[in-house]
């Protein structure tokens, strides 16, 4: 089934939302109390159009909180001349052979775990809106930006997991600005990344010596 519209496609469901093809002017919103998952999606209302997923949110307007136990997922293909920002509780996955593009931003943010499969791919900087400063790629807007453990303050209760990993077998692409990196642990073995900048952070990485922590596997 397909769903479009001439302005915005706002879609909030309590239990699972599971969604096959949105299309919408200037915004879709694919809000879920539990599971959300996005197959097609596409915003063509130039630089501010947004595709949003929210996985495991209690849809708080002011301060939105989410549950670990739930996740989020893209599919197919999904594109925005935008951003597009991908919330939830516990983990993100792009699906093999699915395709993010945006024109402008990526934002991931979760709980638990960012898990980009492989032949998968998560573009942006595509065609910004404003033309990326080299001198300061990482606080540019049209960035691929993958949080893991980034929602921890906005938790219901612990993750499921020992701690929040990014594993990158896909692509991530950034050909003219940046691709930033931030979780407990980052694997990118089988993966590629292509961008003009990359930053990678291991939030408390233990000291040398000490065993490190493999995510339960």
Known sequence: SRIASGDVTDIRAEGDAPAADLTAFGRIDLSAGQDATLGNGAVTGGSL????????????????LYDPQYNAAITGTVTSTGNVRVFAGGNAAFRSGSST?????VEVQT?????????????AG??????PNPSDPFNDQAI???NAG?????????????ISSIIVAGTLEATNTAVVLNADAI?????????SSISADVNNAPPNGVVQSDDAG
């Not at 593009?101 to 931003?105: F, I, L, M, P, T």
């Not at 595509?126 to 033309?131: E, H, L, M, Q, R």
Request: charged share 10%; aromatic share 2%; glycine share 14%.
């Open 49 to 64: 159009a947004v595709i949003q997923i929210d996985a495991g949110s209690d849809n708080n307007p002011s301060f939105p």
């Open 101 to 105: 593009s945006a024109d402008n931003r």
């Open 111 to 123: 709980g638990d775990d960012i898990i980009v499969e492989s032949g998968a791919t998560i573009s």
């Open 126 to 131: 595509v065609n910004p809106g404003t033309a």
């Open 144 to 146: 691929v930006n993958l």
């Open 150 to 162: 980034g929602l921890g303050p906005s938790l219901l209760s612990p993750i499921l997991t020992p």
């Open 187 to 195: 694997d990118g073995l089988g993966g590629a990344i292509n961008a």
